[in-house]
């Protein structure tokens, strides 16, 4: 059975940063792009960062200059760094496994995690 469990979120100040991980058990993330995803209370679910099988990475733009998707496969691990966090990226984030390269849809997505909670306030 594979299983993706986040890890990392948490109460942030605005300009803040965070560290968030997802270790995948049951499979190897060798073959997958791995995605990360946020949804705000409210709000569809939207695409934040990507990350090829190949070390690909494409950012969406509310994350371009601010985050940074990367995998460890030896550790079976994607983390995502948030840096200069605003309030209006409180959400919960989810990270994903999609046998497609770089999907663009969450639909392509097989694997999902459960989510780990950001909050930006002061």
């Known amino acids: 059975q594979v299983q993706l469990v986040e890890s990392g979120g948490g109460l942030v100040q605005p300009g803040g940063s965070l560290r968030l991980s997802c270790t995948v058990s049951g499979t190897t993330i060798n073959v997958y792009t791995m995605g990360w995803y946020r949804q705000a209370p409210g709000q569809k679910r939207e695409l934040v960062a990507q990350?090829?099988?190949?070390?690909?990475?494409v950012y969406q733009e509310i994350a371009k200059g601010r985050f940074t998707i990367s995998r460890a496969n030896a550790e079976n691990t994607v983390y995502l760094q948030l840096n200069s966090l605003e309030p209006e990226d409180t959400a919960v984030y989810y990270c994903?496994?999609?046998?497609?390269?770089?999907?663009?849809?969450?639909?392509?997505?097989?694997?999902w995690g459960q989510g780990t909670q950001v909050t930006v306030s002061s």
């Open positions: 990350v090829s099988s190949s070390g690909t990475t």
């Open positions: 994903a496994a999609s046998t497609f390269r770089l999907p663009r849809t969450g639909s392509l997505y097989r694997y």
